[in-house]
């Protein structure tokens, strides 16, 4: 269950993350917005980082499995 959840999550950040344009005409509004989804991707990673190899929460090996693949799944669009 809590693996079906962050993966959710994921997906949820990188639909997110396909409405972010590169170029030089941002408008302020496209820089908070910005500022937003690299703030809820940095929290996430911390999480899924924290559940693979951290030693402050005690996961099971099944939840600790499945955030080690879903690590991998971050795709690079969310490298902002």
Do not use: N
Not at 7 to 19: C, F, G, N
Not at 70 to 76: D, K, N, Q, R
């Amino acid at each position: 269950m809590i693996e079906r959840a962050l993966t959710v999550l994921i997906t949820h950040i990188s639909w997110k993350a396909v409405r972010l344009q590169g170029g030089d005409d941002i408008s302020p509004e496209e820089l908070q917005y910005r500022e937003q989804v690299k703030e809820q991707r940095d929290s996430v990673q911390e999480k899924l980082i924290e559940l693979c190899i951290g030693t402050k929460s005690k996961p099971s090996d099944g939840v600790r499995r499945a955030v080690s693949f879903l690590v991998l799944l971050i795709p690079a669009s969310l490298l902002i």
